[in-house]
Protein backbone atom coordinates (compact mmCIF):
# COMPACT_ATOMS: atom_id res chain seq x y z
CA UNK A 1 0.00 0.00 0.00
CA UNK A 2 1.10 3.66 -0.78
CA UNK A 3 2.15 5.50 1.94
CA UNK A 4 -0.11 8.08 2.96
CA UNK A 5 1.22 12.40 2.58
CA UNK A 6 -0.49 13.05 5.39
CA UNK A 7 -1.03 11.98 8.87
CA UNK A 8 -3.62 14.19 10.48
CA UNK A 9 -6.02 15.77 7.97
CA UNK A 10 -9.17 18.01 8.16
CA UNK A 11 -11.66 17.17 5.75
CA UNK A 12 -14.32 20.24 4.48
CA UNK A 13 -17.72 19.17 2.98
CA UNK A 14 -20.10 21.56 1.77
CA UNK A 15 -23.28 20.91 2.73
CA UNK A 16 -24.02 21.03 -0.95
CA UNK A 17 -21.90 17.72 -2.12
CA UNK A 18 -23.86 16.08 0.56
CA UNK A 19 -27.46 16.61 -1.78
CA UNK A 20 -25.25 15.07 -4.84
CA UNK A 21 -27.52 15.96 -7.62
CA UNK A 22 -31.07 16.39 -5.34
CA UNK A 23 -29.83 19.87 -4.85
CA UNK A 24 -31.47 20.15 -1.04
CA UNK A 25 -31.59 17.77 1.52
CA UNK A 26 -29.03 14.21 2.00
CA UNK A 27 -28.42 12.07 -0.58
CA UNK A 28 -27.05 8.70 1.80
CA UNK A 29 -25.65 7.03 -1.52
CA UNK A 30 -23.29 9.61 -1.45
CA UNK A 31 -22.41 9.89 2.60
CA UNK A 32 -22.51 6.12 2.49
CA UNK A 33 -19.90 6.66 -0.83
CA UNK A 34 -17.73 9.00 1.34
CA UNK A 35 -18.06 7.03 4.25
CA UNK A 36 -16.23 4.19 2.78
CA UNK A 37 -12.90 6.99 1.25
CA UNK A 38 -12.87 7.84 5.01
CA UNK A 39 -12.78 4.22 6.06
CA UNK A 40 -9.73 4.20 3.69
CA UNK A 41 -8.27 6.86 5.15
CA UNK A 42 -8.38 5.32 8.58
CA UNK A 43 -7.35 2.31 7.25
CA UNK A 44 -4.19 3.71 6.28
CA UNK A 45 -3.59 5.05 9.69
CA UNK A 46 -4.47 9.10 8.98
CA UNK A 47 -6.09 10.81 11.46
CA UNK A 48 -9.17 12.78 10.08
CA UNK A 49 -11.26 15.13 11.82
CA UNK A 50 -14.53 16.75 9.54
CA UNK A 51 -16.18 19.79 9.19
CA UNK A 52 -19.48 19.64 7.52
CA UNK A 53 -21.03 22.49 5.88
CA UNK A 54 -24.95 23.15 5.45
CA UNK A 55 -25.92 24.71 2.47
CA UNK A 56 -27.64 21.63 1.28
CA UNK A 57 -30.48 22.60 4.20
CA UNK A 58 -30.15 26.08 5.36
CA UNK A 59 -27.67 29.15 4.77
CA UNK A 60 -27.83 32.23 6.76
CA UNK A 61 -28.33 34.10 3.83
CA UNK A 62 -31.51 32.20 3.14
CA UNK A 63 -33.03 33.97 5.44
CA UNK A 64 -34.08 37.11 3.57
CA UNK A 65 -36.02 40.05 6.08
CA UNK A 66 -34.83 37.62 9.34
CA UNK A 67 -32.30 38.42 12.09
CA UNK A 68 -28.96 37.61 10.14
CA UNK A 69 -27.81 36.27 13.93
CA UNK A 70 -30.76 33.98 14.05
CA UNK A 71 -30.53 32.88 10.59
CA UNK A 72 -26.66 32.12 10.97
CA UNK A 73 -27.67 29.60 14.10
CA UNK A 74 -30.26 28.21 12.28
CA UNK A 75 -27.59 26.98 9.47
CA UNK A 76 -25.03 26.13 12.25
CA UNK A 77 -27.61 24.24 13.82
CA UNK A 78 -28.45 22.41 10.14
CA UNK A 79 -24.58 21.22 10.33
CA UNK A 80 -25.57 19.12 13.08
CA UNK A 81 -27.96 17.39 10.76
CA UNK A 82 -25.42 16.40 8.26
CA UNK A 83 -22.77 15.74 10.86
CA UNK A 84 -25.16 13.13 12.37
CA UNK A 85 -25.80 11.68 8.63
CA UNK A 86 -22.05 11.44 8.31
CA UNK A 87 -21.86 9.72 11.29
CA UNK A 88 -24.35 7.47 10.86
CA UNK A 89 -22.77 6.26 7.07
CA UNK A 90 -19.25 5.64 8.83
CA UNK A 91 -20.73 3.96 11.90
CA UNK A 92 -22.43 1.44 10.03
CA UNK A 93 -19.25 0.47 8.29
CA UNK A 94 -17.61 0.00 11.63
CA UNK A 95 -16.11 3.25 11.77
CA UNK A 96 -15.57 4.62 15.02
CA UNK A 97 -17.11 8.43 15.51
CA UNK A 98 -17.44 11.16 17.49
CA UNK A 99 -19.16 14.15 16.93
CA UNK A 100 -18.79 17.29 18.76
CA UNK A 101 -20.15 20.85 18.16
CA UNK A 102 -19.41 24.11 19.02
CA UNK A 103 -23.14 24.63 20.29
CA UNK A 104 -24.04 22.66 23.50
CA UNK A 105 -26.31 19.79 22.61
CA UNK A 106 -24.70 16.96 25.34
CA UNK A 107 -27.88 14.62 24.91
CA UNK A 108 -26.97 14.12 20.52
CA UNK A 109 -23.21 14.73 20.88
CA UNK A 110 -20.14 15.97 22.60
CA UNK A 111 -19.12 19.68 23.76
CA UNK A 112 -16.29 20.73 21.51
CA UNK A 113 -13.05 20.09 23.58
CA UNK A 114 -10.14 20.67 21.58
CA UNK A 115 -8.15 17.96 24.04
CA UNK A 116 -10.15 15.61 23.89
CA UNK A 117 -10.59 15.68 19.87
CA UNK A 118 -7.13 15.08 20.02
CA UNK A 119 -7.14 11.86 22.03
CA UNK A 120 -9.83 10.63 19.57
CA UNK A 121 -8.18 11.25 16.96
CA UNK A 122 -5.25 9.26 17.83
CA UNK A 123 -7.52 6.35 19.07
CA UNK A 124 -8.12 6.42 15.20
CA UNK A 125 -11.54 7.74 15.93
CA UNK A 126 -13.04 10.31 13.14
CA UNK A 127 -14.08 13.61 14.86
CA UNK A 128 -16.93 15.59 12.97
CA UNK A 129 -17.21 19.09 14.13
CA UNK A 130 -20.48 20.68 14.06
CA UNK A 131 -22.17 23.94 14.47
CA UNK A 132 -19.11 25.68 12.61
CA UNK A 133 -17.62 27.82 15.00
CA UNK A 134 -20.40 28.62 16.82
CA UNK A 135 -20.45 32.06 16.35
CA UNK A 136 -22.77 33.63 13.77
CA UNK A 137 -21.37 35.54 11.00
CA UNK A 138 -18.64 33.04 10.12
CA UNK A 139 -18.43 30.24 7.71
CA UNK A 140 -17.88 26.43 7.87
CA UNK A 141 -14.91 27.26 5.90
CA UNK A 142 -13.45 29.37 8.55
CA UNK A 143 -14.91 26.72 11.17
CA UNK A 144 -12.79 24.04 9.50
CA UNK A 145 -9.35 26.64 9.35
CA UNK A 146 -10.16 26.94 13.06
CA UNK A 147 -10.23 23.71 14.05
CA UNK A 148 -7.74 22.59 11.29
CA UNK A 149 -5.47 25.04 13.22
CA UNK A 150 -6.44 23.27 17.15
CA UNK A 151 -6.28 20.08 16.05
CA UNK A 152 -3.03 20.74 14.29
CA UNK A 153 -3.79 19.19 10.82
CA UNK A 154 -1.46 19.17 8.08
CA UNK A 155 -3.73 20.34 5.24
CA UNK A 156 -7.50 20.63 4.80
CA UNK A 157 -9.04 18.85 2.41
CA UNK A 158 -11.68 20.83 0.84
CA UNK A 159 -13.99 18.71 -1.37
CA UNK A 160 -15.85 20.57 -3.95
CA UNK A 161 -18.26 20.76 -6.85
CA UNK A 162 -15.42 21.42 -8.99
CA UNK A 163 -12.56 19.52 -9.31
CA UNK A 164 -9.94 23.01 -8.35
CA UNK A 165 -9.41 26.57 -8.62
CA UNK A 166 -10.12 28.17 -11.86
CA UNK A 167 -9.71 31.78 -13.14
CA UNK A 168 -12.93 31.68 -13.93
CA UNK A 169 -16.53 29.61 -13.02
CA UNK A 170 -15.79 26.91 -15.45
CA UNK A 171 -19.55 26.32 -15.50
CA UNK A 172 -19.94 29.05 -17.97
CA UNK A 173 -16.63 29.59 -19.48
CA UNK A 174 -14.89 27.22 -21.29
CA UNK A 175 -11.27 28.91 -21.59
CA UNK A 176 -11.37 28.88 -17.84
CA UNK A 177 -7.91 28.24 -16.66
CA UNK A 178 -7.15 25.85 -13.73
CA UNK A 179 -4.38 26.35 -11.09
CA UNK A 180 -2.55 23.90 -10.20
CA UNK A 181 -0.54 25.56 -7.43
CA UNK A 182 -1.60 29.19 -5.63
CA UNK A 183 -0.41 30.92 -2.49
CA UNK A 184 -2.93 32.14 -0.41
CA UNK A 185 -2.21 36.25 -1.26
CA UNK A 186 -2.92 35.06 -4.67
CA UNK A 187 -6.31 33.88 -3.63
CA UNK A 188 -7.05 36.66 -1.64
CA UNK A 189 -5.89 39.43 -4.33
CA UNK A 190 -7.41 37.76 -7.28
CA UNK A 191 -10.54 37.07 -5.21
CA UNK A 192 -10.72 33.68 -6.33
CA UNK A 193 -13.52 31.24 -4.91
CA UNK A 194 -11.74 29.22 -2.88
CA UNK A 195 -12.76 30.15 0.71
CA UNK A 196 -13.75 32.86 1.80
CA UNK A 197 -11.50 35.59 3.28
CA UNK A 198 -11.84 35.13 6.82
CA UNK A 199 -10.99 31.33 6.43
CA UNK A 200 -8.47 32.13 4.01
CA UNK A 201 -6.18 34.59 6.17
CA UNK A 202 -6.37 31.85 9.05
CA UNK A 203 -4.93 29.31 6.92
CA UNK A 204 -1.80 31.88 5.86
CA UNK A 205 -1.53 33.48 9.25
CA UNK A 206 -1.51 29.34 10.43
CA UNK A 207 0.65 28.18 7.68
CA UNK A 208 -2.21 25.44 6.81
CA UNK A 209 -2.06 24.25 3.04
CA UNK A 210 -5.46 23.47 1.61
CA UNK A 211 -6.27 21.12 -1.40
CA UNK A 212 -9.25 21.68 -3.38
CA UNK A 213 -10.64 18.77 -4.89
CA UNK A 214 -13.51 17.87 -6.71
CA UNK A 215 -15.80 15.49 -4.76
CA UNK A 216 -18.11 14.51 -8.45
CA UNK A 217 -15.64 11.21 -7.75
CA UNK A 218 -15.71 10.47 -3.86
CA UNK A 219 -12.11 8.32 -4.56
CA UNK A 220 -10.74 12.01 -5.19
CA UNK A 221 -10.04 12.03 -1.48
CA UNK A 222 -8.03 9.05 -1.08
CA UNK A 223 -6.29 9.84 -4.25
CA UNK A 224 -5.47 13.50 -2.31
CA UNK A 225 -3.59 11.32 0.56
CA UNK A 226 -1.67 8.87 -1.50
CA UNK A 227 -0.49 12.70 -3.05
CA UNK A 228 -1.54 12.40 -6.25
CA UNK A 229 -1.42 15.42 -8.66
CA UNK A 230 -5.37 16.25 -8.35
CA UNK A 231 -6.99 19.65 -7.68
CA UNK A 232 -5.09 23.12 -6.53
CA UNK A 233 -3.08 23.42 -3.93
CA UNK A 234 -3.18 26.47 -2.13
CA UNK A 235 -0.24 26.89 0.48
CA UNK A 236 2.70 29.85 1.10
CA UNK A 237 4.06 30.02 -2.40
N1 LIG B 1 -22.71 29.41 10.15
C1 LIG B 1 -22.43 30.37 11.09
N2 LIG B 1 -21.25 30.32 11.79
C2 LIG B 1 -20.33 29.34 11.57
C3 LIG B 1 -20.60 28.37 10.57
C4 LIG B 1 -21.79 28.44 9.87
O1 LIG B 1 -23.23 31.27 11.33
O2 LIG B 1 -19.29 29.34 12.24
C5 LIG B 1 -24.02 29.41 9.47
C6 LIG B 1 -24.11 30.43 8.33
O3 LIG B 1 -25.41 30.96 8.30
C7 LIG B 1 -23.87 29.56 7.10
C8 LIG B 1 -24.55 28.27 7.49
O4 LIG B 1 -24.28 28.15 8.89
O5 LIG B 1 -24.47 30.11 5.94
C9 LIG B 1 -24.09 27.05 6.76
O6 LIG B 1 -22.69 27.05 6.63
P1 LIG B 1 -21.95 27.23 5.21
O7 LIG B 1 -22.67 28.26 4.42
O8 LIG B 1 -20.52 27.47 5.50
O9 LIG B 1 -22.17 25.80 4.55
P2 LIG B 1 -21.61 25.23 3.15
O10 LIG B 1 -21.60 26.36 2.17
O11 LIG B 1 -20.23 24.71 3.42
O12 LIG B 1 -22.55 24.11 2.81
Given at each position: ?C ?15 L ?5 Y????D ?5 A ?10 V ?34 I?A ?23 E?A ?9 R????S ?9 G?P ?6 A ?12 I ?8 VY ?14 K ?11 Q ?6 T ?10 L ?9 I??A ?12 E
Amino acid sequence: MCKPRYKRVMLKLSGEALAADKGYGIDFDVTNKIAEEIKALVDMGVEVGAVVGAGNIWRGRSGEGMDRTTADYMGMLATCINALALQDSLENIGVNTRVQTAIEMREVAEPFIRRRAMRHLEKSRVVIFGAGTGNPYFSTDTAAALRAAEIEADVILLAKKVDGVYDKDPHRYSDAVKFNKLSYIEVLEKGLQVMDSTATSLCMDNDIPILVFGLDNPENIRKAILGEEIGTLVCKE
